[in-house]
């Protein structure tokens, strides 16, 4: 299915690497102005940069990422043959133009590294394109999140759900024993296996990835220790299926998709397994989002995590997907505004949440639901705080015995900071605060701090309070009904760990 046979990946991965078509290498190239640029949309700066050059790498960014003319002659360490008769590459016989992307990618957070296949970008240099209805999108920041957000702790088997380009693959690859990705985009499917062969995570004999065509789950009946999803949930008016944007948009009404992906996974869950979604939801009339969002997942028996990052007015969030679509400045713009907007009303929806769920096949009789807003800045990778979050749970849980007899600590990243008036000898406030993940902040008191400050993992929990509650000659009884709540908060929230 892939664009490329096997010999024809191999000489391009290797001509990409003879010419050094790189993440560090293209970043060096163009620039530092130059990659601030693309990151607008913009190649001008860029192209100053390239300026007289005519070796292979200026080439390559030059047809990849500039998408520009390129002399034929300044090609030559490319297998021309092989991408124009793929559809990759489109020549006049003096020179080329791109037909397919195809850009470096390198991952800071897990070492995942190789290329990406998709559609060209689109609007590059402010020029509006109407996008077709099969677009495959590229590394987009939407999938980066997904990436940066999904635990990497290793697991048997996981499942791309809606793969797009396969960048979620390519990460899956690194620490699962075997990968699904599924799309119900044809295109998508084949610029994914490319990707993947040309980085080196699907092998000729037999895939570590394997690539199916179907919608939802029904390509894949087996169950997985992890599913990763940024599926199409943008919710836009009923199109005929040949002009919706198959990237963004399923045909479902409101967020409907986004509610059958949160019912059927469970299902296809091995015991602990783990679904991590970026997803857009509806705020329906006056009712609470996490209220709608509960009622999803009622009777599944697994815990549900939701972060709203953002959250968008109907205005704001017509606008954003208008633009997206290329529509601005079009005669298509006002009356498709009004066509959403109108859609909306008919629906109910007030409002849009963006942001991140998580469920978890915990096993628990009564399934931990846990809903916030936390629109504040974060450190990414925010993975490793996601993984932990199941154990921080189930040790909020226990009894307060077994919370006693715990042996905890302070996790590495935390920090404690103090404030208060100049001149004062003791501070106003004392805070622990996390330096990396959801960079979560719990303010505390003396008792507290006394309690957490011990927390090195030596002593248990029960001992540390008696002896806090000896130094401060309180009752000890006292103490544990101070602090144990604030410990089961600490322990959810991943200031304290296991020892």
């Known amino acids: 299915m892939s664009l490329l046979e096997p010999d024809a990946v191999a000489r391009l991965r290797d001509a990409f690497e003879e010419i050094g078509y790189r993440t560090d290498a293209v970043l060096e190239a163009v620039g530092a102005a130059g990659h601030r640029g693309l990151e607008r949309n913009t190649t001008v700066a860029a192209q100053t940069a390239l300026a007289g050059r005519d070796d292979s790498l200026a080439a390559v960014i030059n047809l990849w990422l500039l998408r520009r003319p390129v002399p034929i002659d300044h090609l030559t360490a490319l297998p021309l043959a092989d991408l124009a008769a793929a559809g990759i590459i489109e020549t006049d ?3 080329v133009t791109a037909a397919v992307d195809i850009r470096p990618y390198d991952s800071p957070d897990d070492d ?11 609007g590059l240099d402010k020029q509006t394109t109407r996008t077709r209805p099969d677009y495959v999108l590229g590394v987009s920041p939407a999938s980066t999140s997904l990436a940066q957000m999904t635990s990497r702790r290793p697991v048997g088997s996981a499942l791309d759900l809606g793969c ?3 960048v979620q693959s390519m990460h ?27 980085s080196g995570t699907r092998t000729v004999e037999g895939a570590d990835v394997e690539v199916r065509e179907g919608s939802l789950f029904d390509p894949v009946p087996e169950k997985f220790d992890l599913i990763v999803s940024n599926p199409p949930y943008v919710m836009s008016p009923p199109q005929p299926k040949g002009q919706r944007l198959a990237y963004r948009e399923a045909g479902f009404s409101g967020d409907g998709l986004i509610e059958q992906v949160v019912r059927q996974a469970p299902a296809h869950l091995n015991p602990g397994g783990a679904v991590q979604i970026l997803a857009n939801w509806a705020q329906i009339g006056d009712q609470p989002w996490a209220e709608r969002l509960a009622g999803w997942v009622e009777g599944l028996g697994v815990d549900m995590w939701v972060l709203e990052r ?28 009004d066509e959403w907007l109108g859609y909306f009303a008919e629906l109910g929806i007030t409002g849009v949440s963006m942001g991140w769920l998580a469920l978890t096949a915990a096993g628990r009789e009564h399934p931990d639901l846990s809903f916030e807003e936390w629109p504040w800045s974060i450190e990414q990778p925010v993975g490793e705080a996601i993984g932990q979050r199941r154990e921080g749970v189930d040790d909020a849980l226990a009894t307060d015995n077994a919370l006693l007899a715990g042996h905890w600590t302070v996790r590495d990243d935390v920090v404690a900071e103090s404030s208060g008036r100049p001149g004062e000898a003791d501070p106003e406030h004392l805070v622990y605060r996390q330096r990396s993940g959801l960079c979560r902040a719990m303010e505390v008191d003396t008792v507290l701090g006394g309690v957490l ?7 248990d929990l029960g001992a540390i309070v008696a002896a806090v509650a000896a130094i401060l000659e309180v009752d000890a009884g006292t103490v544990r009904e101070q602090v144990l709540p604030r410990v089961r908060r600490a322990l959810r929230e991943g200031i304290l760990v296991r020892a």
């Open 172 to 198: 899956l690859a690194r620490h699962a024993g075997r990968v699904i990705a599924t799309d119900v985009n044809q295109r998508a499917l084949r610029m994914a296996e490319l990707s993947l062969a040309l």
């Open 310 to 337: 953002e959250h968008l007015d109907v205005h704001e969030y017509i606008e954003t997907w208008l633009t997206d679509a290329g529509l601005d400045g079009s005669a298509q713009w006002r009356p498709r505004y």
């Open 164 to 166: 797009g380009c396969g």
């Open 93 to 95: 016989g003096e020179n």
């Open 453 to 459: 400050g011990a927390c090195d993992g030596d002593l």
């Open 112 to 122: 995942a590294t190789g290329w990406a296949v998709s559609d060209p970008t689109p």
